[in-house]
């Protein structure tokens, strides 16, 4: 069965310092993976997607994350963080069960720290 | 409509009472999801539906929730009985994607925040 662990449940960061949030899975076939944003009182944002193409994946705001099957890892980057980047931040996995089911991680709060 | 909307964004009910909790979806999109989403939690999947029919169940906790998409379109979660262990936010998700593999990622609606008092 698929699952995914964030490593960190907060993370704080100086604004212009790199962000990084960890992502692990764990499938017994390749996955589809995904890095959610969201923002307080709003829904999930796709900010990128992992589907068996190129491994290093860049999103919107600047973000971006590399798949690497070695490490089962899918971490999230960015170079400079903004204060704007201040949100909770979601990885995910495809269940791979024909419905499009994700698993969520529990979840990173990233603060961004004048 | 240009995203996914849910209504309402906050319901407040008693122990026991019935609700119901409103998606529309993108239009023209045929993937439709609920999840919940706990305090400090991620999203738990819940039901999956493509087209009308609810293909995928299997996130209910219990008889007492259940969800209709009767025209392929508005989905409408439904708890009976409800508890205090209920309260989470309800999130909405749609997708053009109609083979299931969950390759195209989701448009998430800004969910309903349900409380049970």
């Known amino acids: 069965a698929q699952s995914v662990t964030q490593l960190g449940s907060h993370v704080s960061v100086s604004e212009g310092a790199l962000v990084l949030l960890r992502c692990n899975y764990s499938?017994?076939?390749?996955?589809?993976l995904f890095w959610y944003v969201q923002y307080p009182n709003q829904g999930l944002q796709l900010l990128l997607k992992y589907t068996s193409a190129a491994t290093l994946v860049k999103g919107i705001n600047g973000f971006e994350a590399e798949f690497k099957k070695s490490e089962t890892s899918f971490h999230l980057t960015k170079p400079s963080a903004h204060m704007s980047d201040a949100a909770e931040y979601f990885c995910?996995?495809?269940?791979?069960?024909?419905?499009?089911?994700?698993?969520f991680g529990q979840g990173t709060t990233l603060q961004v720290k004048p | 409509g240009a995203g996914v909307s849910q209504t309402p964004s906050n319901k407040v009910t008693e122990k026991g009472k019935y609700v119901e909790l409103r998606c529309d979806p993108i239009s023209g999109h045929t993937a439709l999801y609920w999840y919940r989403q706990s305090l400090g939690q991620g999203p738990e999947f819940l039901i999956y539906f493509q087209g009308t029919g609810a293909a995928d169940d299997s996130g209910l906790p219990n008889d007492r929730f259940f969800a209709v998409r009767p025209e392929g379109s508005v989905s409408t979660l439904k708890i009976q009985r409800t508890e205090r262990g209920d309260s989470a936010v309800y999130l909405c998700?749609?997708?053009?994607?109609?083979?299931?593999?969950?390759?195209?990622?989701?448009?998430f609606g800004s969910g309903t925040r349900l409380t049970v008092v």
């Open positions: 995910a996995v495809s269940a791979y069960s024909n419905t499009g089911k994700l698993i």
């Open positions: 998700a749609s997708s053009s994607e109609r083979t299931g593999t969950g390759g195209y990622g989701y448009t």
């Open positions: 499938s017994s076939v390749p996955p589809y």
